[in-house]
Nanobody
Framework: QVRLVESGGGLVQPGGSLRVSCTAS????????MGWYRQAPGKERESVAT???????KYIDSVKGRFTISRNNMQQTVFLQMDRLKPEDTAIYYC??????????WGQGTQVTVSS
């Protein structure tokens, strides 16, 4: 069973930057599209960004131009660079497979708090 471990979250002021990472325990990491998701207090989890097997990316409108998703298949890791952060970006951030009805078990996520 694949294990997902997210890291890199923290407290940052509005306008600041953070880079979160997620490592998956599978040697077939390069075969899967991956995504970053987030869940804010009192809200449902939403997809934020996805990256395909060949590196094609998609973003939700609210983060376009501010967030960048990337992957390192050798390290079995997906990254999310978050710039010009806003208070509404505050959430727990998770990674998982993208474009599937059968996600891997969710990891613990990493908390991102944007506040002055």
């Amino acid at each position: 069973q694949v294990r997902l471990v997210e890291s890199g979250g923290g407290l940052v002021q509005p306008g600041g930057s953070l880079r979160v990472s997620c490592t998956a325990s599978t040697m077939r990491f390069n075969a899967f599209a991956m995504g970053w998701y987030r869940q804010a207090p009192g809200k449902e989890r939403e997809s934020v960004a996805t990256i395909g097997r060949l590196g094609n990316t998609k973003y939700i409108d609210s983060v376009k131009g501010r967030f960048t998703i990337s992957r390192n298949n050798m390290q079995q890791t997906v990254f999310l660079q978050m710039d010009r952060l806003k208070p509404e970006d505050t959430a727990i951030y998770y990674c998982n497979r993208a474009g599937t009805d059968s996600p891997w078990p969710w990891g613990q996520g990493t908390q991102v708090t944007v506040s002055s």
